[in-house]
């Protein structure tokens, strides 16, 4: 069975925590997770995902430049192979994420990768409800592929 991806750029505890929680929910099934920083994740990884969640945090109104790093590595080694994989995409975002969504949303097309729900913007100061909303995505997006509706 081909692994859950969860690439998710996290340079504070607030945002580790939030990645933490899209693995936990996602490990309440049995599909395998595989938890990589943006810098550790390459074009293998993706090549081998049955569906990828992405996590970045917004930076200047753009995604971190650590997800953008992983973009401009994978990108024309996965761009013929990787048409339709299912995505799900989650912003911490201090501000309202419009540009971070934006961002990645435009690469994404370029990829032909699917986004499979709109993208979470956990916007603000933290709330433990963040935790939560997190939890509940790394399990709807493992049980998806493990249905086969992703």
């Not at 899209?22 to 569906?51: I, Q």
């Not at 933290?126 to 592929?145: I, K, N, W, Y």
Request: proline share 5%; charged share 20%.
């Amino acid at each position: 069975m081909r692994p859950l991806l969860l690439i998710a750029n996290t340079p504070s505890d607030n945002t580790l925590a939030l990645r933490q929680a899209v693995a936990a929910g996602a490990k309440r099934t049995d599909l395998p997770v595989l938890e990589l920083s943006p810098f550790e994740a390459n074009a293998e990884h993706v090549l081998n995902a049955s569906a990828i969640i992405l996590g970045t945090t917004e930076n200047f109104g753009y995604m971190s430049g650590a997800l953008k790093d992983f973009f401009e590595r994978i990108y024309y080694p996965c761009l013929e192979q990787t048409q339709a994989l299912p995505v799900a995409l989650y912003v911490r975002a201090g501000t309202d994420g419009t540009g971070t969504v934006n961002s990645v949303e435009r690469i994404m097309i370029g990829l032909r990768w699917k986004l499979v729900q709109e993208p979470i913007v956990l916007k603000g100061a933290f709330r433990s409800e963040f935790l939560q909303t997190c939890e509940e995505l790394g399990e709807a997006m493992a049980e998806g592929v493990l249905l086969g509706i992703f």
